[in-house]
């Protein structure tokens, strides 16, 4: 019953709090946000870096003469372990990366976390740009990748925290968009670079990685931190501050409580990882770690990175490969919205089911039409047939980007509690950057020996998925973020069997005020002494 006394933890469960979309909690965002930027853009840039003839002939030069003889299967040229080690050294750094990241975003704040990100970015790009050698092109990107570790940490936390619940899931995917502008961006920048005579095309595109670096260096210098992580760290009049201004009211009272009694509950976890395995925290691991793991599979990245060297592959020629890249990229950018309009209306779970349909069909026809018209060798997809493909890529992004895209980040960012977000977010980014590295790393292989027939493999991830969804995760929509144990998981048919051991020893205290303060009597509370 420790979750009845629980229930009350919330002063105001069930009611919205006050709170007006105020131009401060806008502005942040939009400023925090740029850190998806980065992530997108690095995503986007590698796929046609590696398809430009000076880069290859300079840093991987077996695969730049095996592009020359053109004698390969077409399914099987770009296959080079070199080359896809250049794409997923990020991912692995990444992933390391965010295990730290999770400690500095809990001791040291959100915003301090996007600016070491920041800080990693410019000096992965300075590397990068000015690569003399492979040694030093592959340092630089494992910078980037740490700053992609801290970034994806900080960014959708400090979104979802900051964010009024009715518009929270909006908010949140302004990373995302951002993430799908930094890959059109870099789509751009690629096919003018492409043209660039000289041999230094390349330079610019891993060079203009600068922009974004810098944007989010200086967005996270003018951002506030989010109440909820000043308050974790006993800054609780500055919290308080924060939130007043934030929600644009003075009647911040009960949600200010709210955090207050969360971060006290936080405060007592010694060992954030250690308490991610109990048993009442099963649910939402397990969500976070099946939804990276299903974005990763929906087969997105397969496309995103290699899919100028998926067009050039279907014949489609270097210059129109790039140009359908950014056809793509404009698709992905322009569905994005539509999630962001759609998500707090709709909710994460209609969009996911809706997506699932649109992917798995898409994939299905795709295969189709590569099976019977590309063969080993061909280059000359019938241009009907190449447009189609291109159309049914488009609806396989549009229907990612609306769904598993934005919400693969948003779902694992406001279903932790407090007292163990830091560390659900990083499983969630290591995850997701693992399962990023096993496809870059594995795709260019399975295209080689799948051929069409990886588009059902990743159509039959899709089903699954789908499935996963309609049974398994609950919707998240118009629920105050510190109440999702109460609201959420102790009403699903199946997660609520774990909620069951909430360890009275963890809760006791907060339990005993909440009850005091029933009976009329404060007790002594005092936040802050509590701290
Ligand atoms: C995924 C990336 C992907 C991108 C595409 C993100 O949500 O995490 O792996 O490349 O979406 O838009």
Known sequence: MAGGGLSASAPAAGVEFEAKITPIVIISCIMA??????????????????????????????????????????????????????????????????FFASYTTRVLGRRLTMLIAGIFFIVGVVLNAGAQDLAMLIIGR???????????????????????????????????????????????????????????????SLGLAGIPALLLTIGALFVVDTPNSLIERGRLEQGKAVLRKIRGTDNIEPEYLELVEASRIAKEVKHPFRNLLKRRNRPQLIIAVALQIFQQFTGINAIMFYAPVLFDTLGFGSDASLYSTVITGAVNVVSTMVSIYSVDKLGRRVLLLEAGIQMFLSQIVMAIILGIKVTDNSNDLHSAYAIAVVIMICTFISAFAWSWGPLGWLIPSETFPLETRSAGQSVTVCVNLLFTF?????????????????????????????????????????????????????????????????DYEDVLPAINDIEAKKNGHTNGFDPASQL
């Open 438 to 502: 096993v496809i870059a790393q594995a795709f260019l292989s399975m295209l080689c020996h799948l051929k069409y027939g990886i588009f059902i493999f990743f159509s039959g991830w899709v089903l699954i998925m789908s499935f996963f969804v309609l049974f398994l995760l609950p919707e998240t929509k118009n629920i105050p973020i510190e109440e999702m144990t109460e609201r959420v998981w102790k009403r699903h048919w199946l997660w609520k069997r774990f909620m069951d051991d909430y």
């Open 142 to 204: 494992i910078l980037l990748g740490c700053g992609v570790g801290f970034a994806n940490q900080a960014v959708p936390l400090f979104l979802s925290e900051i964010a009024p619940t009715r518009i929270r899931g909006g908010l949140n995917i302004l990373f995302q968009l951002n993430v799908t502008i930094g890959i059109l961006f870099a789509n751009l920048v690629n096919y003018g670079t492409a043209k660039i005579k000289g041999g230094w095309g390349w330079r610019l």
């Open 33 to 98: 946000a740029t850190g998806g930027l980065m992530f997108g853009y690095d995503v986007g840039v590698s796929g046609g870096v590696t398809a430009m003839p000076d880069f290859l002939e300079k840093f991987f030069p077996v695969v730049y003469r095996k592009t020359q003889e053109d004698l390969d299967s077409n399914y099987c040229k770009y296959d080079n372990q070199g080359l896809q080690l250049f794409t997923s050294s990020l991912y692995l750094a990444g992933l390391t990366a965010t």
